[in-house]
């Protein structure tokens, strides 16, 4: 399976912010260590910084089978929400509040837009947001149930917040 490129694989297009990102990672159970993409953080050219995070958890419920408290895992979630500062001069010098929560390697990114980084960036690694009405004709059979449901059931659909464009100081 190729690895995801998220500057290499984006459409040949005008350049309008460049900056770092990360994805945010969930560690839903710390004794397995096992880790989901749970978001993404950009912190543009001028310092600014935007993110994309999970805020509904079914598909964690559906690959957990209920043994996550999945309204614990919203609580750790809106305390990186509300941790993420408006501006930083790094992405490494972002704390994060759990130890259920850290962000991974940094990568430049660029883009027409932020919304089209952050969404784009979002999209192609937080695979627990993806719904299968969403998906590309080839990925839908992929998509289309949760692997631990019973066939056909499918997972619900996984909604995101973000905060994206420009903030003011």
């Keep these: 399976m190729k690895a995801f490129d998220p500057v290499a694989s984006s459409k040949p297009r005008e350049i309008g912010v460049r900056g770092q990102w990360a994805p945010i990672r969930l560690v839903p159970e710390l004794t397995t260590g096992e880790m989901l993409n749970a978001g993404v953080v950009l912190l543009d050219e001028h310092h600014r910084v935007h993110y994309h995070v999970l805020s509904q958890f079914s598909g964690l419920e559906c690959l957990f089978r209920n043994r996550l408290a999945t ?15 408006e501006q930083a001069n790094s992405l490494e010098e972002i704390q994060l509040p759990s130890p259920h929560v850290y962000l991974g390697p940094s990568q430049p990114a ?31 059979s992929a998509l289309a149930a949760c692997p631990t449901s019973r066939r056909g059931s499918g997972c619900s659909h996984v909604c995101a917040k973000k905060r994206t464009g420009s903030t003011r100081p």
């Excluded at 750790?76 to 929400?81: G, I, R």
């Excluded at 969404?119 to 998906?135: C, I, K, R």
């Design 110 to 140: 660029r883009d027409s837009t932020v919304d089209a980084a952050v969404n784009g960036l979002f999209q192609g690694v937080v695979t627990l947001a993806v719904h299968p009405a969403e998906a590309e004709p080839a990925d839908t």
């Design 71 to 85: 309204q614990d895992i919203a609580l750790v979630m809106q305390a990186v929400e509300e941790s993420l500062p």
